[in-house]
């Protein structure tokens, strides 16, 4: 069974930055990607990042967020520049189950829903 464990979330100021890692409880070679949760709102991607390295981005996150992976630590971080106060939201790593599609689809997804989550890190934004 696969384990994701976020860290890094917390408050800060519209224009600032954070940085959200995720330990992997060990080798994951499948689509990992970032969402997000807001109150009232569906779930959302972020970022993915594939088995090869390639990313997406929502089209908000793009050119401020940077999803990038240590295969060598098992981790996923997400480094976020720039943030705005309508990003505040639950912040959850999640990993495409094995045997599915790992492909990226675009606009911070993985073509499959994942199947592993992590138990999400708070993101607040003030004004």
């Known amino acids: 069974q696969v384990q994701l464990e976020e860290s890094g979330g917390g408050s800060v100021e519209a224009g600032g930055s954070l940085t959200l890692s995720c330990a992997a409880s060990?080798?994951?070679?499948?689509?990992m990607a970032w969402m997000r949760e807001a109150p009232g709102k569906d779930r959302e991607g972020v970022a993915a990042?594939?088995?090869?390295?390639?990313?997406t981005y929502a089209d908000s996150a793009n050119g401020r967020f940077s999803i990038s992976r240590d295969t060598a630590k098992n981790t996923l971080v997400l480094q976020m520049n720039n943030l705005k106060e309508e990003e505040s939201a639950m912040y959850y790593c999640a990993a495409v189950r094995s045997g599915a599609s790992q492909d990226l689809i675009g606009r911070g997804y993985c073509r499959s829903w994942p199947g592993h989550w992590g138990q999400g890190t708070q993101v607040t934004v003030s004004s």
């Open positions: 990042i594939g088995w090869d390295g390639a990313t």
């Open positions: 060990g080798y994951i070679k499948n689509c």
